[in-house]
């Protein structure tokens, strides 16, 4: 961003003016385009997320409004803004006001450091992925003050029951991030995608057998972290009615769900940089416009795959009790990434550049598994005989 | 330790298990009907000739015999038929019937004797007004029919007598015949 914010100045249409204004304004026009594109995705995402369970459920999901009902998340976005912003009489009103936009803050910031194609990153910073996990985790700021200043027991149990899950959770997704780093020697998120190629095999998720254990570690953590189902106790709406978010009405109470659905994106985003080769694409022609339009949609289509892949696991588990919660975060995943994380040392000192036969061998590994799984929805779509419909239209 | 493995082979193969499943619901096709207006036939046409929906008066061969009237149980149909001194027929003044009062029972269908006061397969009620929700059937003091041994052969009445009459009829036979 800095060199843009030069070039501009020095030559652009930015010349004559300071050098200080210069750069705010750059980083005012950046910071409005990375906002609209996520109010997009977020919104966008809520549509796709209810057409995806109902296809899992038999339904057909919002379809009214626009095409395939496309436009219902503006419909949805325009009904809670004209719904009254309620603040509890009991409530410590400041703080209730200002929880909402201390979570939006927490996950806007770490869209600065989310590639998106080779030079097209807000600020490639050299502590990015720590930068990112440090700055999602600041929505738990947000969240608890939600429920402290709500004045109600539920919201105040969800709230706790959040900052529990995000803290517990940062344990092993920031050790599975370490595994990564170990074998990047980078923080960076660029420097992390340039270590990797753009075969499968030359991902980090098949680079050896600790990575991708590591892989499913950190998606299952950040499953954790992005409040996502089976992981959503802090909302559990049908035993703390809505958790934290209980007593918000109108734009705030959408500012929330904003959060929880712009964070699919910055899930999918960096599981996408750290194990699935980012926006590695082959160079297949000099023209270098062509190269970042498909290194974008690289990224996107491997970004969007993870945040279906979200989306369908919600449609598929049940929400887990906060004492399994707790299980399975301290009794099996940390103790996982820790020997998962020695393994992976191990292996990395006795072989420093890797080893393509060890990554093949995985990625072999990981289509036979991918065959296997759809021999399996084969076997249950012939036991069960139903009338087929591929199209996601209806 | 050996339940600790057997957990995590556990959970890896029937969350495994779970995704194949709900996997294969996305090509399955959804069991919505679409109501109202993405069906194919709408629902009034698929329903059977004697449903009861909404009542209907076919004021044309009502005889104002007021044998509905007295049937209804909750009172919601109110007729009033007077006798022309001149012409000795039945001049019908008023008939209302509040829909939002019946409870569909078809009491009044049963004993009226060409089938002219019936249920009709509409069952979209709604409205904006308690007010609204009374049929009145009588703009305008209107000769009540007369039922005659010949055959009927009014090219407007004939039609509809025997639409009554075959609405009476399937009410009289058996649904198995």
């Known amino acids: 961003m800095q060199g843009f914010a030069d070039s501009l100045l020095q030559g652009g249409i930015l010349t004559g003016l300071p050098t200080e204004l210069g750069y705010a304004l750059v980083v005012a026009l950046f910071a409005f385009l990375v906002l609209n594109f996520i109010m997009l995705n977020a919104g966008i995402f809520s549509w796709a997320e209810r057409r995806v369970w109902a ?25 809670n803004i004209m719904k009254e912003d309620l603040v509890p009489e009991e409530a410590d009103a400041p703080l ?22 080779q030079g097209i990153i807000v ?34 149990l969800g709230g706790i029951r959040s900052a529990a899950q995000i803290i517990s959770y940062e344990i092993p997704a920031g050790l599975a991030v370490v595994t990564v780093v170990i074998y990047s020697g980078t923080l960076s998120m660029q420097g992390i995608i340039e270590q990797q190629g753009w075969e499968p095999w030359n991902w980090y998720m098949f680079a050896n057998p600790f990575l991708t ?3 499913f570690i950190f998606f299952v953590s950040l499953l954790a972290e992005g409040n996502r189902t089976p992981f959503d106790l802090p909302e559990a709406e049908s035993e703390l009615v809505a958790g934290a978010f209980t007593e918000y009405s109108g734009l705030r109470n959408l500012l929330f769900f904003l959060v929880e659905w712009g964070n699919l994106y910055v899930i999918g985003a960096v599981c996408a940089t750290l194990f699935l080769g980012g926006w590695q694409v082959p160079q297949f022609t000099d023209n270098g416009f062509v190269i970042a339009v498909a290194q ?12 279906f892949l979200c989306m369908w696991i919600r449609g598929t588990l049940p929400r887990v009790r906060v004492d399994q919660l707790m299980t399975l975060c301290w009794k099996y995943l940390v103790p996982m990434t820790f020997v998962n994380l020695l393994c992976a040392m ?44 591929v199209s996601p239209f209806i | 330790m050996a339940g600790y493995f057997a957990n995590i082979r556990e959970s890896v193969a029937t969350i495994f298990e779970g995704m194949a499943i709900t996997a294969s ?32 008066v076919d004021l044309e061969i009502c005889t104002g015999c007021l044998a509905c009237e007295r049937a209804c149980p909750i009172d919601c149909i109110v007729i009033e038929a007077k006798k022309n001194k001149e012409t000795k027929e039945m001049v019908l003044e008023r008939f209302d019937i509040d829909i939002a009062k019946c409870m569909y029972c078809g009491l009044c269908s049963e004993p009226c004797p060409t089938g002219s006061i019936h249920h009709t397969p509409e069952f979209e009620g709604s409205d904006y007004s308690l007010e609204s929700l009374i049929r009145r059937y009588v703009k305008a003091p209107v000769s009540a029919y007369k039922v005659s041994k010949e055959p009927e052969m009014d090219p407007e009445v004939g039609p509809i007598l025997k639409r009554g009459l075959r609405y009476l009829d399937e009410f009289a036979t058996p649904e198995d015949g």
Request: hydrophobic fraction near 55%.
């Open chain 1, 55 to 79: 296809r899992i459920q038999s339904r057909v999901g919002p379809n009214r409004v626009g095409p395939q009902g496309f436009l219902q998340w503006l419909a949805d976005g325009l009904k």
């Open chain 1, 96 to 117: 209730f006001k200002a929880a909402p936009y201390l979570a939006m803050m927490g996950f806007f910031a770490s869209f600065a450091a989310l590639p998106f194609a």
């Open chain 1, 123 to 156: 600020a490639d910073l050299n502590v990015g992925i720590l930068y990112i996990t440090a700055a999602t985790a600041l929505v738990v700021v947000g969240i608890l003050m939600a429920g402290w200043s709500s004045n109600n027991k539920w919201a105040l």
């Open chain 1, 213 to 215: 254990i590591a892989f």
């Open chain 1, 296 to 307: 974008c949609l690289s990224f996107f289509i491997k970004t969007y795959f993870l945040v």
């Open chain 1, 346 to 389: 191990l292996y990395f000192v006795l072989f420093p550049q890797g080893s393509l036969l060890v990554s093949l061998t995985m990625f072999g590994l990981g289509v036979g598994v991918l065959l296997y799984f759809f021999r399996r929805v084969a076997f249950h779509l012939r036991r069960a005989k139903p009338e087929i419909h």
């Open chain 2, 25 to 56: 619901h996305f090509v399955r096709k959804p069991f919505t009907i679409q109501y109202p207006d993405r069906i194919d036939i709408p629902i009034q046409d698929q329903l059977p000739f004697r449903y009861r929906g909404i009542l209907d």
